[in-house]
């Protein structure tokens, strides 16, 4: 079977039902201090009443407005890969992913607490969009990103107590696997040029710094709130948040994300350099206060 008729029975796999506009139901928090593992934190559970619903309140809005950063970025980089491809299949695969991206973003909207800002990782997802190729950018944007994206808003889902958000949030992992499958088929590594070897290499290993360093928001919205800023305090918080087993589950399936056909050079590389072993406590904790 030739790649573009692949691509184009992949693309009608998107006729699939609609999802209608969510509307909130209003729960509060929308998700329970298990989802963060913050009823593992001490200085958590010993908090008042107040002070725990400011901070699972300001850990859902960061999940909520981070994931819809990442589907505003998504509209952008379809746009840009259906101006540099030649093939009509391929456009209209990624007419179709924008569309979902940008309805994703909507349907994530109302549960946004303000507008939101523009954190780090978007940050460095809008420099990848800046200086990549598409084929670059289909490796790390749709097949790690979205390949990604699949198991985190499945956990995201699971763990929800408002039932509309919930279901919207596995509609979108449903998606992630459909996009996922489509940069599979888009993606040639035997194409890349050195420079986007190159570029491929820098991108990977930023991101999973990212990872590697725990749940940094998730300390920051306690400790804006507790005022720790103590690094032997924050290591306790990440200690007892268990950063190092949950940034090792989340390095070992980037891992295998990146470990595609033709990709073994870059996960050998990225291996030698330590990047796929999680951070300590006491390291992520530096990294909080820098």
Sequence with gaps: MSKQLEIRRHAA?????????????????????GTFQLDRVPAFRQASAVIKEAVLTACAHNLLAEAWCIERRGISYCLAMTRHTESDEERDLFTRIGADESQ???????WLLRPPETDPFNRFIDGLLETGTPQSLSFLLQVVLEG?????YQSLAAG??????ALTLRRLALDEALHHAGGLLVFQPDRLTAAERRFLADGANAFLQMIRIGPQAVVGALARQLGTSAIG????VFAALDSQATGAVKLARLRKLMA?????????????GGIFSPCTP?????????
Excluded at 233 to 236: I, K, M, S, T
């Design 13 to 33: 796999r998107f006729a699939r039902p609609p999802h209608a506009q969510p509307v909130p139901d209003g729960a509060t928090p929308l998700w329970e201090a």
């Design 104 to 110: 994703h973003a909507a349907w994530l909207a109302p």
């Design 148 to 152: 990604f994206g699949i198991t985190h």
């Design 160 to 165: 929800c107590r408002d039932a509309a958000l």
């Design 233 to 236: 305090e924050l290591a306790g």
């Design 260 to 272: 595609q056909p033709g990709m073994t050079w870059l996960v050998e590389q990225l291996d030698a």
């Design 282 to 290: 006491t390291q992520c904790a530096r990294q909080f206060l820098s």
